[in-house]
């Protein structure tokens, strides 16, 4: 008989496998890739040499930076099949939209079960995935506003790719650096529910689609990846610092959930937000000074309302207004957060597959005893 083990609700803090690729130490606000800091890398590196580092361990020399972006650029083109099927996805929400896509993609690429691929062939695929998300929700959101797809440009890097393809103008270099932060920023962050999720369905050995597919779907969900437009939604119905407190107060006090503040893990300040809201206060205006007000109010008000829950801003708070900062729609702020983790759902499936089992939990059943003779009701 096999023996059931209790876990705390959510697996919350249950360790399920061993992984070189990353890890967050909540309570002393940090988290790494490979054995970097995130914000360091964040500060210091191209996207690109992030995407090397997860995929090979290391970062890049600078011939091996040139190879790897050569690589990459004409990955982002999207064939002609797709490009007629887009429109018709594009009435649905991006994410809803990139799933789709996602899956015609693969097949047409014909990526096969990582059961049945090397090292090689694995690493191929994904990589051609990270490099065509950015290019499929650009121009979904494009479609979705009756305007035509913009192509990828090759002499432009990842995100001044992204700002250009979605917004049809190419970025300062001011704008550029802040959502390439942004996006470094959220590649990876320990095995949160989507990154769980994508290593689930490879451990079963399906293809590296099925697992990005998979993980998307977790990502949609408002208590993952979104929340950067709520969080700013909050903000614009505080409107103005004389409505702070009774806003604040009245959330708290009806039980209601503050978004953008709060994380599962951090019982500190969230470094992602520390270094956005240093990105919002470059950016300047009037919008970054506001959320400054905000978070010290609430973050003063949860303290004195709900002590001891050491509550701060996550990476959502701030990520909404640096995003809006640099003309970034709403409703791709979930897209762009899931465009920069596709690549570290890739590391974390290409780790999965070279020492795989099966993942597979148990539930209590708590229903009726059973069992219970099969009669039908009268009436």
């Not at 990876?188 to 999720?197: A, E, I, K, Q, V």
């Not at 998979?214 to 119905?237: N, T, V, Y």
């Not at 759902?345 to 089992?357: F, P, V, Y």
């Amino acid at each position: 008989m096999t023996t059931l083990i209790d876990v705390p609700r959510g697996l919350a803090g249950v360790v399920v496998t061993e992984t070189e690729i990353g890890d967050v130490r909540g309570d002393e606000g940090f988290y790494h890739y490979r054995q970097y800091s995130a914000i360091d890398l964040a500060e210091k590196c191209s996207f690109e040499d992030v995407w090397y580092l997860m995929f090979h361990g290391s970062l890049p020399t600078r011939a091996q930076r040139e190879e790897f972006a050569a690589r990459v650029a004409p990955l982002r083109r999207i064939s002609a099949e797709l490009r007629e099927l887009l429109p018709h996805l594009a009435k649905a929400k991006p994410l809803d939209g990139l799933r789709t896509a996602l899956s015609f993609t693969a097949a047409q690429y014909g990526m096969r079960p990582l059961l049945d691929t090397d090292e090689d062939e694995r690493a191929a695929e994904v990589l051609f995935a990270c490099a065509q998300a950015p290019t499929i929700l650009t121009a979904l959101h494009r479609l979705s506003q009756g305007q035509q797809p913009i192509e990828p440009r090759d002499d432009l890097p990842y995100a001044s790719n992204y700002l250009y393809m979605l917004t049809g103008s190419e970025p300062t270099k001011q704008y550029a650096e802040a959502i390439e932060k942004y996006m470094i920023s959220t590649v990876d962050h320990g095995f949160n529910n989507s990154t769980f999720t994508s290593r689930t369905i490879a451990s079963t050995g399906a293809d590296p689609g099925a697992c990005l597919v998979g993980a998307i779907g977790a990502m949609s969900g408002p208590l993952h990846g979104g929340a950067p437009s709520r969080a700013l939604a909050a903000l614009e119905e505080i409107g103005t610092p004389d409505r702070i407190d009774d806003w604040v107060r009245g959330r708290i006090e009806a039980g209601e959930r503050i978004m953008g503040f709060g994380h599962a893990v951090y019982t500190t300040d969230d470094p992602r937000s520390l270094m956005l809201r240093d990105v919002a206060t470059e950016l300047g205006g009037d919008l970054a000074e506001f959320a400054k007000q905000v978070e010290r109010r609430v973050v003063e008000i949860l303290a004195e309302l709900k002590p001891g829950r050491n509550l701060y801003t996550n990476v959502e708070f701030y990520a909404g207004v640096v995003m809006e900062q640099c003309g970034v729609p709403r409703d791709m702020f979930t897209p762009t957060f899931t465009a920069a983790r596709m690549v570290g759902w890739s590391a974390n499936i290409l780790e999965q597959a070279r020492d795989s089992k099966i993942i597979r939990p148990r539930a209590r059943y708590v229903g009726a005893q059973p069992p219970q003779p099969v009669v039908f009701p009268e009436g």
